[in-house]
């Protein structure tokens, strides 16, 4: 393999830390969690994630890490979708950076800045939680009942692309998860979360080596819950991804990941309408993929 391909494969793995990792990685604690209909949120966000990358040792790319500073503007309502409580999320993300890696001994690095991929993603609860009004949400909160519920999340290829550069912070292709998951309630001030999820790629023809493919990844993600006082909570979050084997020009990688990460959540509500998130998640096993630390914090205001 030639030093630009092997660039390339370098490119190709770094390229999927924002749709592959970043995105399928995510931990989403009370993703089911009703609010009244006609409810409105706006969401400012920002992430730091850094780390090292593992590759397959049949590739020499060694000393890989990176260091991603993400901001996120979202926009969620909740619906009434066949009388169940539902809520639609916008978001997009602007991305900055700097990756560092020596290939074949030789020091290589690539800077990024650029908005990423827009994300659109439909949270429909199935069962437990009907359409309900702020009287019938309260009652709710009070005595709450089992959820069990079903998320889909396409993301558009959107962001930022140019098929001359190796590094690009849009994906150029589309992105699906399936997502189902049910709440179990221990008692009023203890839940317990389990759901499991289907990320499935579309390819990029455009990539500058050749088209890029990918294999679905799979992904469990266990949540315990502590409820504090009404709006305050916190969590502790695992999840278990494997899967997303790429192919680069018809040729596959050894790169399936089998991939375990834990982390924690909590929200602070604070002056009736607002509310802090703050979250971290670390990577406790990573055969291929990123083995990042990740810390998240985001401000969130109900504008109706």
Not at 105 to 117: K, L, V, W
């Amino acid at each position: 393999m030639g030093f630009k391909s092997l660039k390339a494969v370098f490119a190709l793995m770094i390229c999927c830390l924002w749709v592959t990792d970043g995105a399928a990685q995510e931990i989403t604690p009370r993703l089911f969690w009703p609010t009244p209909k006609g409810t409105k949120v706006l969401v400012a966000g920002y992430a730091y994630a850094t780390g090292g990358i593992f590759f397959d040792s049949s590739i020499p790319i060694e000393g890989t890490n990176a260091d991603v500073n993400t901001g996120v503007l979202a926009y969620m309502q909740s619906l009434d979708l066949w009388g169940r409580t539902s809520n639609i999320l916008l978001s997009l993300p602007y991305s900055m950076g700097k990756v560092r890696g020596l290939l074949e001994d030789r020091p290589e690095s690539t800077d990024f800045s650029d908005f990423g991929d827009l994300s659109v993603t439909l949270n429909v609860n199935l069962s437990g939680a009907p359409t309900m009004n702020r009287e019938e949400f309260l009652a709710f909160r009070a005595n709450p009942r089992p959820l069990f519920g079903a998320s889909l999340k396409l993301i558009a290829p959107t962001g930022h692309y140019d098929p001359d550069r190796l590094i690009n912070v849009g994906s150029n292709r589309w992105t699906a998860r399936l997502k189902l998951g049910t709440a179990l309630i221990l008692n009023p001030s203890w839940l317990l979360e389990f759901s499991a999820s289907g990320w499935f790629f579309g390819d990029d023809p455009d990539f500058i080596n050749g088209r890029k493919e990918q294999d679905p990844l799979f992904t469990l993600e266990s949540n315990l819950i502590k409820r504090i006082r009404p709006g305050l909570w916190a969590s502790l979050d695992v999840t278990y991804y494997r899967g997303g084997r790429q192919s680069l020009a018809g040729t596959e990688l050894n790169n399936l990941q089998k991939n375990l990460k834990v982390g924690g959540t909590m929200v602070i509500p604070f002056l009736g309408r607002h509310a802090i998130k703050i979250g971290y998640a670390n990577g406790v096993i990573t055969r291929y993929g990123d083995d990042f630390s990740e810390v998240l914090l985001s401000y969130q205001v109900a504008i109706r």
